[in-house]
């Protein structure tokens, strides 16, 4: 393979890691992009050996290392007859004139483009597994139905570490058919399931449960089944799923938290799919040995003696969930509340929690602020105390940061609000609005979520401290970014996003309201961005195309570049062509990039617009005295 088969094939995937080029490669990669064109291959001086940072891989290969001023010279003839600050005419469809079926197609090129350059340089993607691909697909016995109601009775032993109990899954069928789709996962035993008065057949793979039924199921028809089952769930994944845990007293102490690679269905049967809640909410009964409480979602419906050494506690939902939401947290818990919501803690910790719970209110007055109205009033809010740092479990937040401010007591975004507040009860509350009120279709759209989220930090400081602050403190979540992986990894395959999906995102989003410059229709869409979704479940494309119509703006090459590839564009610019002039563009993977940015001196701005083709500008300044707006927008800036 040649040099610049190399270089054509990876351009859209390929960055390199070296400190030739300044500042900005203290993100670590930077593009390589159009330096194998004719005239640029004719000019180009040196070939160099680098290592290649191949999605978040690191080979040995050829890069194209071509002198500042041959470079510039190439393309000022390339793009001679425009010496104005206007562009030039590119060379494809602009992007804001594709359908959705054109932009589909250039994805999908795109993705060929990353694939074809795996396989020519021997990369090998690990296949999802078979459980994966069941998680994550949308399969037919799932697309067949829609999801209405759960009611989960279940009875919880501690001391046997077992579970059992019945789900009953009201649904309406979308299409006729005789079999749908629950997901349970294996130890847990599938004791029966009802129909009606009917014993109902069942094939099981990997979480699958297939159930068949012995008639025809109509298209537009409500039916109900009652799901029993019983067994010990695996303890497994970064929270446990499901754990039998003591106390510091030595008192029962269990709870669930599956958002990860486990699930739900490590302990209960559901549809186990994000796309799809139960409409009309779900009851949720959980029965304890005397002595302890469970508190789980929703409002508290009240509790039973069952005179058997047990008692039940009832919890009422009335609002759409996801399936990794529901939650039990099963200790010896006290409880107090005040005019935000309701806290259960340990009896050791409940002054401490009386001081450090007092930051609910200001967390609900800032996000009511931008969002609107907390969106479970009708389900209420709690904060549950845990031994874990912390999970965004519906209308039942529960709480392990220690009755401290920070994460764990630590300064975690490196600025000095970072421990102005508790992480845990801002961020993880703040998904009540990004991941339980709007919510993410597939996995792999999970920056839905943490992108938002980690975003609204920002917002609760600047509700409270101003917009320096708030800038200061996303910026801060820049040595958090890696640039090694797209945020958005593979649909209907169970992917998890990297990290990324968190700092980037939300660094993106910052971006964003920069390119917008109007703050006024930026909180605007925000709000309506919410509102319209709420209680939805959404994709990244339902996000690119609201922010499109109610900006006026084409945005998608911008969410495209941050979201589907590893790399952040970078800005260069090229000074000494002639004097008191710059030279400028992006370097950018998405065809047709172009995004506005500020340059010059700060408190003097100018807005200039860059697409990926070279422009000039007149200015006094001097390569050092020419600043970018680095705080407005998540940018690399090159300068030669």
């Not at 209308?395 to 490196?414: E, H, I, P, Q, R």
């Not at 002639?578 to 047709?592: F, H, L, Q, R």
Request: a negative charge; one cysteine or more; glycine letters at 8%.
């Amino acid at each position: 393979m040649t040099v610049r088969d190399l270089i054509s094939t990876a351009d859209d995937a390929i960055t390199f890691s070296g400190d030739e080029r300044g500042d900005f490669m203290s993100q670590k990669v930077a593009a390589v992009r159009a330096w194998c064109e004719q005239r640029l291959c004719r000019c180009a001086g040196v070939l160099r050996l680098r290592h290649l940072m191949v999605l978040g891989g690191t080979i040995s290969a050829l890069a194209l290392m071509v002198p500042p001023v041959a470079f510039a010279a190439s393309q000022a003839a390339v793009g001679a007859g425009s010496t104005q600050t206007q562009g030039q005419a590119q060379d494809k469809k602009p992007a804001q004139t594709l359908s959705a079926s054109e932009r589909q197609e250039r994805r999908k090129e795109l993705q060929q483009k990353r694939q074809q350059m795996e396989q020519q340089l021997g990369i090998e993607t690990p296949m999802p597994t078979r459980d994966q691909m069941i998680r994550g697909a949308n399969g037919p016995y799932r697309a067949n139905n829609d999801l209405l109601y759960y009611h989960l009775n279940i009875r919880v032993d501690p001391k046997a570490e077992t579970v059992s109990g019945v789900n009953t899954i009201r649904f309406r069928m979308l299409k006729d058919g005789n079999r749908i789709q629950i997901d349970l996962q294996q130890p847990l035993a599938v004791d029966k399931i009802l129909f009606g008065n009917a014993t109902l057949k069942y094939d099981r793979l990997e979480r699958a449960v297939f159930i068949d039924f012995p008639q025809m199921l109509h298209e537009g028809q409500t039916y109900s089944i009652d799901f029993y089952y019983s067994g010990h769930p695996v303890h497994q994944g970064r929270f446990g799923d499901f754990t039998f845990g003591k106390d510091p007293d030595g008192n029962a102490w269990v709870y669930t938290a599956d958002e990860g690679e486990g699930g739900a269905s490590t302990w209960w049967p559901s549809k186990e799919e994000w796309r799809d809640k139960p409409q009309e909410g779900m009851d949720i009964s959980v029965a304890v040995p005397n002595g302890l409480t469970d508190v789980s979602n929703g409002k508290f419906a009240g509790k039973v003696d069952l005179h058997d050494g047990y008692t039940q506690w009832n919890w009422k939902v009335q609002n759409p969930i996801n399936s990794y939401d529901v939650s039990v947290n099963i200790g010896n818990y006290v409880h107090f509340s005040d005019k935000w919501g309701n806290y259960y803690v340990l009896p050791q910790d409940l002054e401490k929690a009386r001081s450090q719970f007092k930051q609910v209110g200001g967390m609900m007055e800032a996000y009511q602020h931008y969002f609107g109205e907390y969106p479970f009033a009708s389900d209420g809010y709690k904060l549950v105390e845990v031994p874990y740092s912390g999970m965004e479990h519906q209308s039942a937040v529960t709480y392990g940061n220690g009755f401290k401010n920070g994460y764990l007591g630590m300064d975690w975004g490196g600025t000095p609000y970072a421990l102005k507040f508790d992480f845990i009860i801002i961020h993880e509350s703040g998904h009540e609005w990004f991941a339980n009120g709007v919510t993410a279709s597939d996995l792999a759209d999970m920056w839905i979520h943490e992108g938002f989220t980690t975003y609204l930090e920002s917002l609760y400081v600047e509700y409270h401290w101003g917009k320096a602050a708030s800038l200061e403190y996303v910026n801060g979540y820049q040595s958090k970014v890696e640039n090694l992986r797209p945020i958005i990894p593979e649909y209907g395959v169970g992917a998890e996003a990297p990290e990324d999906q968190y700092f980037k995102g939300a660094l993106m989003l910052n971006t964003l309201r920069s390119v917008v410059n109007d703050d006024q229709r930026w909180w605007d869409v925000l709000h309506g961005l919410f509102q319209h979704f709420k209680y939805q479940s959404i994709s990244t494309s339902d996000v690119v195309t609201y922010f499109n119509q109610h900006t006026g703006m084409d945005l998608t090459p911008i969410f495209d570049q941050y979201l589907r590839y590893p790399h952040i564009p970078t800005l260069d610019l090229l000074f000494g062509e002639s004097p008191g002039m710059v030279m400028y563009k992006w370097n950018a993977n998405v065809d047709n990039f172009a995004m506005p940015v500020r340059v010059g001196e700060p408190g003097h701005w100018q807005i200039i617009h860059p697409t990926t083709r070279w422009q000039w500008m007149n200015t006094p300044l001097t390569k050092d005295q020419f600043k970018v707006a680095t705080d407005l927008y998540y940018i690399n800036v090159d300068k030669q």
